[in-house]
């Protein structure tokens, strides 16, 4: 059992600076995340989110997996895409922030670039689907 006198610098719950760690060597610096790998991350998700739209919609008609219809299918799988267009704008952003700009960068932006503009044309595609259906009915 340890005395409040043993060692301790009598500051508190860590140490002589008071509430912190009892060890220097326990704490961990907060990893700050640099523009150029939030862009590398984010360019990553916005072409995964286009990939889960996909396989939605592969699970819902040709394999017949989902039971759900038509537009119920559209409507879920479109959800991926607005996280699509939400990460295609922030690979922009920090592209923007970013100050030493290699070619790297720049092939996260085209794919960016890419995926987003494809999640905007689904999302597009289901907003026109779901007009004409609201006026069939």
């Given at each position: 059992m340890k005395k409040p006198g043993d060692g301790d610098g009598?500051?508190?719950r860590g140490g002589s600076g008071g509430g912190g760690p009892g060890r220097p060597g326990n704490a961990r610096a907060p990893s700050k995340i640099t523009?150029?790998?939030?862009a590398y991350i984010c360019a990553g998700l916005a072409a995964?989110?286009?990939f889960i739209h996909m396989a939605i919609l592969f699970l819902v008609e040709p394999l017949r997996v989902l039971p759900l219809d038509k537009f119920s299918a559209y409507a879920v799988s479109s959800i991926p895409l607005c996280f699509g267009v939400i990460f295609a704008l922030s690979v922009l952003y920090n592209f923007i922030r970013i100050e030493a700009r290699s070619a790297s960068h720049f092939v996260a932006l085209m794919a960016a670039f890419?995926?987003?503009s494809l999640s905007l044309q689904g999302l597009a595609g289901f907003i026109l689907y779901a007009v004409r259906h609201s006026q069939d009915l």
């Open positions: 009598g500051g508190g523009p150029g790998r939030a995964l989110s286009f890419i995926f987003g």
